[in-house]
């Protein structure tokens, strides 16, 4: 399972930051269906300028609170989540400002 502390042995961004390097080209794929696991990676990758700097695009479904895709399809993901879409709107503005070309299936 993944774990999103800072760190910890299942966080995936502790193994990209071990292995990846400014030159290569690193796609990021963030759909654990773990809303606040998820929610917390993101905010790492957004928050961190070494992060930012290795990951080049990025993709996330990001689990908001909107109808119809609420009341369907992410019922248990959202359960925890207060964002809308307007934050996820300002989530991938936020990542491509910094230079990351981030997409988004929401």
Do not use: C
């Not at 993709?59 to 959202?78: C, G, Q, T």
């Not at 964002?83 to 996820?88: A, G, H, N, Y």
């Amino acid at each position: 399972p993944a774990e999103a502390e800072p760190g910890a042995i299942h966080n995936p961004l502790r193994t990209l930051r071990a292995v990846a390097r400014k030159e290569d080209f690193v796609v990021v794929k963030v759909d654990i269906d773990n809303g606040p696991i998820e929610e917390q990676l993101v905010a790492q990758i957004a928050s961190d300028p070494e992060l930012r700097e290795l990951v080049d695009e990025f993709y996330y479904e990001h689990h908001v609170d909107m109808n119809p895709l609420a009341a369907r399809a992410w019922k248990s993901s959202i359960a925890h989540s207060s964002e809308t879409i307007v934050d996820s709107y300002a989530l991938f503005q936020g990542l491509r400002f910094h230079g990351i070309r981030a997409h988004s299936w929401v």
